[in-house]
Structure formats: structure tokens, C-alpha cells
């Protein structure tokens, strides 16, 4: 598109600088031969003026009796006839033809010949008869000054015939130019349409295979969350299932193994045998049962799939301050309602890595969990430990931490959204929202009153204790 405009506007600027031009030196040589037509007529004017006026001088002279007279008068006239021939000189004709420069040489004869003439009769030889000045001016001076009027007329008469086959001539070639122009302009207009076609066929293609590839993006997208969604339903099979193993087969088999002992430990007793060793052994199995009961329900507790989130959580912090010895809180309403299985599962394990990140990487003392009432599904998970640069960890959208990475992918499966808050010295906290149109409760939800729900819950979870 840009190629495409530069080319468009380069045909514009050429056109136009090339009228321009063009106009510009029709019109300074119109101009010139215009002020050179002007400049020669008022030149010819001039030389005219100046020979009348020598003839009235000699006119005048003739008239005057006084002895003075015919001096003065020959004076006035060299003067006027050579500013004529002066004015003659400087004269330059719109053509320099040889028409034209035969023409002022004939006319400046004719004003050295009246120059004679004039002399002749103001200043006449000695025994030269006298004429009366009347028979004098008509029989001498009126033929060489009409003589001399005819030779200036002629050369004006050309000077005006050829400027005015210059201007004949300049309004042909004007005509010429403006066609030109005109089809100069037809070929800019017709170049800058197909400039445009092609830029707009180009620019098409380009945004016609722009969009094909946002669609495969999309699609990529797509599949990618898709695998991403089957995966995480994978693990999260899996982790129950290992879970489930490991508290039923495992768990069960040292239950097995205690209630051996403990009836090794009463025959011992009836035969008065030492029991300090089964003491031991015993200890130890208690150990691997609840090692087996804390592998299992950080894999997928029960607890979430039997009584929910609140329960779940509730027994998770319960092992973290037990086995941390931190400062741990959750606050949540009373009754809170089962929520659909994936977005349990979801917010539960927002909480674990959340949690986890706290004690590992924050060095947190006190964790702060709160599952605020409402229609919509609000989870604050909040520590005071030693933070970190939020916005350079989230740069480009693109969290650099592999936990970060899965909560992310959690939230937006079960079509919620996470925000990090987090600044260095100042703690950090996570938020998971999701709203309530697209949140519902699992069809499986405990029904009754919430005391009704509260007792079974007791009585569950002192099962799984």
C-alpha cells in the first residue's frame, strides 16, 4: 500500500511540476515579446516625435527675423534629430528579420538626409538664392519628413505584424500545452486507478491470507486448550486414582499390619514377653499410614469429589499449619453450595500451588484463604511473603513460572480468570473469579438444610481422620 501511494503521488508531483514549468515559460515568453513590442513601438513613437518636433524648430526658425534665430533653430534640431537617431539605436524589433533590419537602416537614411535638409535650409551656402519660408517648408522639409513618418510607420507596421503572429503562435502552442497537460493528467488518473487496483488487490490477498492464518491460530488455539483441558482430566484421573490406591490398597494394608500388632502386642501381654520392639514397629506404621493419608489427599482428596470444596480446603490448611507450623486462616460462608466437579477441582488446586508457592519460594509466616459469598465464585488466596515483580514475571501475558503457568490454565478451563498482585517486600495475592452465568452447581449437590449438610460433613470428615 505504501508502494502503491508513493507511486500515485510521484505521477501527481511529475504532472504537476512539469505544467508548471511549462506555463511558467509560456508565460515569461509571452511576457517578453509582449514588453519588446512596447518597448520598440514607444521607441518608433519617440523618433517620430523627434523629427516633427525638428521640423517645427525649422518652421519656427524661418518664421523669426531676428539674426539669432536660424542658429538657434539649427541647434534644437541636431539635438532632436540625434536623440532620434539615439532612440533609433536602442530599438529592438520582436523578430530580427532582415526585412526588419533593412527597414531601420533605410529610416535612419532618412533622418541623416533630413538632418542635411534641415541644415541646408537654416544654415544655407553663401550665394545661395533665397526661398520664402512657406514655398521652403512644403517644396524641402514636409517630403523628407513625410519620407522619414512612411519608414517609421513601415517598421512599426512590421513590429505589430510579427507580435501579432507571435501571439497567434503562442496561443497554438498553449492549445498544444493544455492538451498535453490534459492527457497527462488522463494517464495520472488512469496510473494512480490502477496503482490503487493493484494496492487494493494486494492489500486484499495480504489480509485474506492475514486472516486464514488467525484462523489456523485460533484453531491451534483451540486444539492446544483442548489438549491442554484433556490432560489436566488425565492427571487429575490419574492423581485420584493413584490416591485411591494408595488409601485403600496401601493404607488399608497397615491398618492391617497395626491391628497384627496390636494383637501380637496383647498375646505378648498374656505371656508376660517384651513389647517395646512391637511399641516401635507400631509407631512407625502409624507414620506411614498418615504419610499414605497426606500422599493421598494432596493427590486428590476425597474429601472433593464426596463433600466439596469448603470441606477439602478446610482439611488441606488444617495439614499445612499442622505440618508447617504457620499462621493459616480461611474464611467462607456458612453453607456454601456444591459447585460443577471441574471448577471445584480447579479452585482447589489454585489453593494448593498457591499455598505451596507461599511456603517454598515466599518464605510466607501467615496465609490467608477467603471464599467470599455471592452469586459468583470469588477465591482470595493472600501471604505476606517476600513478594516478587508481577509485571516483569507476567511480561507479554505469558507467566515465566511453571505454577503460574497452571493456575493460568486452570482458571480459563473452567471459564474463570486469575490475578496475580505481587510486589517485592509487600507479599502477593491471587484471586480466581468466575462469574455466575457460567458457574452452576453439580448435579450431584448434597441436598437438605445446611445443618443437615454440616453434620454429614462431620461425620465424613471424621471418617477420613
Known sequence: MLVGFGLTLGIWIATGVYSTRRVAELESRATAEANSYIQGQQLLTSARNSVLVSSVYVRDALLDVSPTARAQGLERVNTALTGAAQTLAAYVPVVDSAADQATVERLRREITELRGTLSDILQPAPGTASMPAGSMLRSRVTPKRESVMAVAEELARLNRTAFVAHQVEFARIYRTTQAQLWQMMGLAIIASFGVAAFSARYAGRLERQVRNQHERDLELQQDLRRLSARLTRVGEQERRALARELHDDIGQMISAIRVELSLAERSLNDTHGATGV?????????????????????????????????????????????????????????????????LETAAYRVVQESVSNAIKHARATRISVTLHPGADLRLTIEDNGVGFDAERRWAGGVPSGLGLVSMRERATQAGGSLTIESTPGAGTRISLHRRAETAGLAAGTVSGDRGARADMGRIVEAHYE
Not at 476425597?302 to 490448611?317: K, Y
Open 278 to 342: 512391637l511399641d516401635d514397629v507400631r509407631s512407625i506404621a502409624d507414620r506411614a499410614l498418615q504419610s499414605v493419608r497426606d500422599l493421598s489427599h494432596l493427590l486428590h482428596p476425597a474429601m472433593l469429589d464426596d463433600l466439596g470444596l469448603v470441606p477439602a480446603t478446610t482439611w488441606f490448611l488444617k495439614g499445612i499449619r499442622r505440618r508447617h507450623q504457620l499462621e493459616v486462616e480461611f474464611h467462607h460462608p456458612d453453607g456454601f453450595d456444591r459447585l460443577l466437579p471441574e
